[in-house]
């Protein structure tokens, strides 16, 4: 069974940095993409970043800028670096993964607990 276990979340003042990550276990072959989703009170849950297996990264509109998504394929673990962090960052954050496993075969997607983040202006 593969797990995602994220850490780092917490409570940061406007204006400063966080760190996230996730790491994934489990007999995995390999992992595809890898992404970060956010869910704040009252509000649907969204795709902040995403990473590729061949590095290749994808943004929210929101956070341009400001997180960097990154990953270690051999570590099987990824990362957010949130910088300029404003009080509408406050949210869960959510870890996934497409995980091809060794029971499988074949993609899932596997979701993380979520880490809360909470800003405070």
């Known amino acids: 069974q593969v797990q995602l276990v994220e850490s780092g979340g917490g409570l940061v003042q406007s204006g400063g940095s966080l760190r996230l990550s996730c790491a994934a276990s489990g007999s995995i072959v390999s992992i595809n993409v890898m992404g970060w989703y956010r869910q704040a009170p009252g509000k649907q849950r969204e795709l902040v970043a995403s990473i590729a297996s061949g590095g290749s990264t994808n943004y929210a509109d929101f956070v341009k800028g400001r997180f960097t998504i990154s990953r270690d394929n051999a570590r099987k673990t990824a990362s957010l670096q949130m910088n300029s962090l404003k009080p509408e960052d406050t949210a869960v954050y959510y870890c996934?993964?497409?995980?091809?496993?060794?029971?499988?075969?074949?993609?899932?997607?596997?979701w993380g607990q979520g880490t809360l983040v909470t800003v405070s202006s």
């Open positions: 996934n993964m497409d995980v091809m496993s060794k029971v499988l075969y074949s993609y899932r997607e596997v």
